[in-house]
T-cell receptor
Framework: AQKITQTQPGMFVQEKEAVTLDCTYD???????LFWYKQPSSGEMIFLIYQGSYDQQNATEGRYSLNFQKARKSANLVISASQLGDSAMYFC????????????FGTGTKLQVIP | GAVVSQHPSRVICKSGTSVKIECRSL??????MFWYRQFPKQSLMLMAT?????????EQGVEKDKFLINHASLTLSTLTVTSAHPEDSSFYIC??????????FGPGTRLTVL
C-alpha cells in the first residue's frame, strides 16, 4: 500500500528564516512522483514542486526546494527566506504509476510565519 | 497556464436536493480529472477518477449512486451530489492532469446541506 507520512502537525518559523517540512513515503512501486502543495485558508491547493523517482537532482522552484533522499524514502520541503504569505497548510503527496496516476496525500503541516 | 476552475465556489442547499459542481480546465485539455473531498482540518480524500468519455472509477467506500460523475469533454467534469444530506457537507475539490503530469487543482466548492 502507498502511504505518505507528515509527522509535524504544526510548525512555526521566523520571517526570513528557512524551514524544513518533513515527509516520508512508502511504496513498492519503482516509478512514482512526489509533490508538495500549499493550501491557504481560502482552500485552493497550490502546486509548489515536483520530484520524480528517477530524477537525479533535487527539484527546486524559487524559494522552494525538495530534499529527496530515495534510500530513506523522504521528500522534505525546504522553504528559504520565509514570508508572512507562506503561512498555510502544506501537503506532501505521492503519485504512483501502477495506481493509475492516483495521488495520495499526507495529513498536512500547518506552517505559521512569525513577523 | 494550467488553470482549473470550479463552480459554484459555495453552495447551501436543503436536505434531499441535488447539487451539481462543475470542474473546468481553462487552458489545457485534461485527460483525467479527479474529485476529492476534504473535511475540516483533514487531508484530501480521493473520491473518484474520471476519464473523458468513460465511466468514473470510484474509490472504495464512495457511493456511485450518491456521487454522480460525468466527464463529458476534455475540459469539463461534473460531480452531482444526489439527495444531499447534512453529512455530505464538505469541501469538494477537483483536479485535472494531462497524461502523467502534475495535477492542478480547482479552488474548491464548499457545500453546506441544511
Amino acid at each position: 500500500a502507498q502511504k505518505i507520512t507528515q509527522t509535524q502537525p504544526g510548525m512555526f518559523v521566523q520571517e526570513k528564516e528557512a524551514v524544513t517540512l518533513d515527509c516520508t513515503y512508502d511504496t513498492s512501486d519503482p516509478s512514482y512522483g512526489l509533490f508538495w502543495y500549499k493550501q491557504p485558508s481560502s482552500g485552493e491547493m497550490i502546486f509548489l514542486i515536483y520530484q520524480g523517482s528517477y530524477d537525479q537532482q533535487n527539484a527546486t522552484e524559487g524559494r522552494y526546494s525538495l530534499n529527496f533522499q530515495k534510500a530513506r524514502k523522504s521528500a522534505n520541503l525546504v522553504i528559504s527566506a520565509s514570508q508572512l504569505g507562506d503561512s498555510a497548510m502544506y501537503f506532501c503527496a505521492m503519485r504512483w504509476v501502477r495506481g493509475y496516476q492516483k495521488v495520495t496525500f499526507g495529513t498536512g503541516t500547518k506552517l505559521q510565519v512569525i513577523p | 497556464g494550467a488553470v482549473v476552475s470550479q463552480h459554484p465556489s459555495r453552495v447551501i442547499c436543503k436536505s434531499g436536493t441535488s447539487v451539481k459542481i462543475e470542474c473546468r480546465s481553462l487552458d489545457f485539455q485534461a485527460t483525467t480529472m479527479f474529485w476529492y473531498r476534504q473535511f475540516p482540518k483533514q487531508s484530501l480524500m480521493l473520491m473518484a477518477t474520471s476519464n473523458e468519455g468513460s465511466k468514473a472509477t470510484y474509490e472504495q467506500g464512495v457511493e456511485k449512486d450518491k456521487f454522480l460523475i460525468n466527464h463529458a469533454s476534455l475540459t469539463l467534469s461534473t460531480l452531482t451530489v444526489t439527495s444531499a444530506h447534512p453529512e455530505d457537507s464538505s469541501f469538494y475539490i477537483c483536479s485535472a492532469s494531462v497524461g502523467t503530469d502534475t495535477q492542478y487543482f480547482g479552488p474548491g466548492t464548499r457545500l453546506t446541506v441544511l
